[in-house]
């Protein structure tokens, strides 16, 4: 069975912090990788995806990717209170187009 | 405007009815997805389809049936065998580079 584990939660971080948040996957044929932020009540958004070994920045947001360890992470540089929301981590399986999600992961930034 | 359109927003039923959940896009991807979110768990597949005319089940596919006449169209009936069809649907396309975009969801409340 293919898997995405992240940690449930809830992570607390005062705001202006550096939000860590953690993901493994099971499946090495994985290329894939992306996390989605859902707001309480709404659809999951796309906020970041990798596919080589490193890190990605995209404004307060870094992914970094260890294939190696099957390890996908999320920084969030000055963490606001609207950051909190559950991020999901999502793996592709071996390029079929199908992915998998893990459980999310609930962040609350404290004002 | 590109994305993706769910129809209903909310949906109500009695027990032992059929009904069917839209799903449109106009971002001319060519696989669509129906997932399954029940409250404080990740999401579960339902069905997905890769080409017109040809879908496949995914991890929970009893109780649920789907079309893909058109490329932009992917409806879901959820049928009066589906044991507990009270959930948060999302319908989602996938780009080319795997990155996979979700509508606003419908929520179904069957009593």
């Known amino acids: 069975q293919k898997e995405v584990e992240q940690n449930s939660g809830p992570l607390s971080v005062p705001e202006g912090a550096i939000a860590s948040l953690n993901c493994t996957y099971s499946d090495r044929g994985s290329q894939s990788f992306f996390w989605y932020r859902q707001y309480s009540g709404k659809s999951p958004e796309l906020i970041m995806s990798?596919?080589?070994?490193g890190d990605k920045e995209d404004g307060r947001f870094t992914a970094q990717l260890n294939k190696a360890s099957q390890y996908v992470s999320l920084l969030i540089r000055d963490s606001q209170p609207s950051d909190s929301a559950t991020y999901l981590c999502?793996?592709?399986?071996?390029?079929?187009?199908?992915?998998?999600f893990g459980q999310g992961t609930t962040l609350q930034v404290k004002p | 405007d590109g994305g993706i359109t769910q129809s209903p927003k909310y949906l109500f039923r009695k027990e032992g009815q059929n009904v069917t959940l839209s799903c449109e896009q106009n971002l001319n991807h060519d696989a669509m997805y129906w997932y399954r979110q029940d409250p404080g768990q990740g999401l579960r597949l339902i069905y997905y389809s890769q080409i017109v005319n040809d879908f496949q089940k995914g991890d929970i596919a009893e109780g649920y049936s789907v079309s893909r006449e058109k490329k932009e169209s992917f409806p879901l009936t959820v049928t009066s065998a589906q044991k507990n069809p009270t959930a948060f649907y999302l319908c989602a396309s996938i780009s080319r580079s795997y990155e996979q975009y979700f509508g606003p969801g419908t929520r179904l409340t069957v009593t």
């Open positions: 990798i596919y080589s070994n």
């Open positions: 999502a793996a592709d399986s071996s390029n079929t187009g199908k992915l998998i």
